[in-house]
């Protein structure tokens, strides 16, 4: 079974997501950022800037002009599913549930200096 099969918040992780995609001009981010993602055959919509820490105490997080921005996939159904499961992007298909802040259900590991 896979933690997407009991996540409490089903499709969260793909309805509101930072990619690593680099940063974009702040002025003309969405339609560059809508331009890389057809470029590299993606169906993310870009949804607004990405914030450094707690979104909703910080302002955008800009890096000499830049952005960085959270994208929504457009095939999530609304019951949190892929709604073209077969011919999902390669990115999809790798992503491994539980692997970083991405998904809904992950546990920051402690490390030793918290202890």
């Not at 969260?12 to 339609?31: E, I, M």
């Not at 919509?45 to 820490?53: F, H, M, N, Q, S």
Request: net charge negative.
């Amino acid at each position: 079974m896979s933690a997407c099969d009991t996540c409490s918040s089903p499709g969260a992780c793909c309805k509101d997501f930072a990619l690593n995609v680099g940063l974009f001009d702040k002025d003309s981010w969405k339609d560059d950022a809508a331009k890389k993602m057809v470029h590299h055959k993606l169906p993310f919509i870009p949804l607004r800037l990405a914030v450094e820490g707690n979104e909703t105490a910080g302002g955008p997080s800009e890096i000499d002009g830049r952005v960085s921005i959270r994208f929504s996939c457009p095939l999530v159904t609304p019951e949190g599913l892929c709604g073209d499961y077969e011919n999902r992007p390669q990115l999809c298909k790798d992503y491994q549930p539980l692997s970083d802040r991405l998904c809904a259900m992950y546990v920051e590991p402690v490390t030793e200096d918290q202890l």
